[in-house]
């Protein structure tokens, strides 16, 4: 009997046709053009800016940006998509688009005025790296208890104090940053700014030595009564902390992306070496035992991924996301760190050194589970949701 066809909502892993094109040339790249750099970027702690400006050509660096404005007018989606296929060969390539996109582009697009989209947008889309500034030393989960202080002074605001652990600094030529008007008033003071990297007072100061996603920069910023014009104002005076927890809301579930493919990465590496290595006179992808371990990491990479993918459609779809956000981002962390590890003990001796990919997957997942927001604070904000 011939089925019948009946019309349901597309599967969340199957792709519209632009984009499977568009995901096939982030791969692509990815494998002839990152995969040869990893290494070295890796022990050199630093981004190759070649390949910065390779990401600009190949219109990652301005995803969600409007063609009017010179991006490519994707949607979130396209930017899960990219950060998924980078981070598969490379996490730390896959933050530096994740920032740029889900959260520098989307602040701007969401909170900027047409002037600022207008002096902006363009420039991330072609040739400018974004920043975020939002930690500082005494406040990290508690984000809101930051103390560098903005005030007015004429058409300016002078911003001072410092801001640590930031992402895409050494490179950044834009920043996002945060500050308070009024310290008194707790979260009602905080501001969001843009503040230009040759702005007067602004400097990029220590980059951490990290033990993962090396190749990602992390710098100290420090401004000493930095001059930010008024009309870089992001959003109202006071309404900064909206425009934080909105655009993190959005970057964790880039960082659920990134979490995926690095996870993807490890898998594929373990698939792949399990088959060739040979003990007791057969390939140890022949015991049942890992076998068995291989299923159990497809089962979990499949499992957060669908996570992943279903917050990232719910955003586009313009309906709530918060609890599947926060749900992505942990879990996506979690079995990235489980199965980097796996294939660390599945690559044996060779999975310990530094000629075989996986122990970098395994350095670069600790992050996941850090940055936006802690595993911790995720539970929060499930529990939250769920018990009111
Ligand atoms: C590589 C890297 C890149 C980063 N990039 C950026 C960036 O681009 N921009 C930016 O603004 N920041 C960035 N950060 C900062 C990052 O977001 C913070 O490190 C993170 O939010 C945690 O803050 P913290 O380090 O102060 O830890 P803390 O807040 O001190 O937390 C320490 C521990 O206490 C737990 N904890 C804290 N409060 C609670 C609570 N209420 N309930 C239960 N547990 C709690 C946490 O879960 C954690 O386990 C980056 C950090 C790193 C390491």
């Keep these: 009997m011939a089925r019948e066809t009946v019309e349901t909502t597309p599967p969340l892993t199957v792709f519209t046709e632009d984009e499977r094109l568009f995901r096939d040339s982030v791969r692509e790249f990815a494998e002839a053009r990152i995969k040869p750099l990893v290494r070295e970027m890796d022990d050199q702690a630093r981004m190759s800016a070649p390949l910065i400006q390779q990401l600009f050509e190949l219109g990652v660096m301005g995803i969600e940006v409007p063609e009017a404005y010179g991006g490519a007018g994707g949607r979130f989606f396209h930017s899960v998509i990219a950060v998924e296929e980078l981070s598969r060969v490379d996490p730390s390539v896959g933050v530096l688009v994740d920032v740029q996109n889900t959260l520098v582009i989307n602040a701007l697009l969401r909170w900027g005025t047409e002037d600022l989209k207008q002096r902006f947008l363009a420039r991330l889309a072609s040739d400018s790296v974004g920043a975020y500034a939002l930690s500082e030393a005494g406040s990290g989960s508690d984000a809101f208890a930051l103390t560098t202080r903005a005030r007015e002074d004429g058409d300016h605001f002078v911003l001072s104090g410092r801001k640590l652990w930031i992402t895409n600094a050494s490179e950044a030529a834009v ?17 969001a700014f843009v503040v230009e990297r040759d702005a007067p007072g602004f ?21 000493d009564d930095c001059r930010v014009p008024r009309s870089n104002l992001l959003g109202e005076p006071g309404k900064g902390y909206k425009v934080a927890i909105e655009t993190l809301n959005e970057g964790r579930i880039g960082i659920g992306a990134q979490m995926i493919g690095l996870a993807r990465g490890a898998l594929d590496a373990a698939i792949g070496y399990v088959k060739e290595r040979k003990q007791f006179g057969k390939a140890i992808g022949e015991f049942q035992a890992v076998q068995h371990q291989i299923a159990r990491a497809v089962v979990e990479v499949e499992a957060a991924r669908l996570t992943v993918y279903n917050a ?8 709530p996301f918060l609890t599947e956000a926060a749900v992505c981002k942990i879990l996506s962390s979690e079995v990235a760190e489980r199965v980097a590890s796996l294939a660390v003990n599945l690559f044996g001796g060779n999975g310990f050194v530094k000629e075989y990919p996986v122990e970098k997957f395994y350095r670069d997942a600790k992050i996941g589970q850090i940055y936006e927001g802690t595993s911790n604070l995720q539970l929060q904000t499930i529990a939250k949701q769920v018990l009111g």
């Design 175 to 191: 920043f996002i940053v945060f500050a308070t008007l009024d310290p008194s008033a707790g979260y009602r003071g905080i501001t």
């Design 203 to 223: 400097t990029v100061g220590k980059k951490e030595d990290k033990l993962g996603i090396r190749a990602s920069s992390t710098c100290e910023l420090l401004f």
């Design 312 to 319: 990232a459609r719910l955003r586009d779809a313009g309906q």
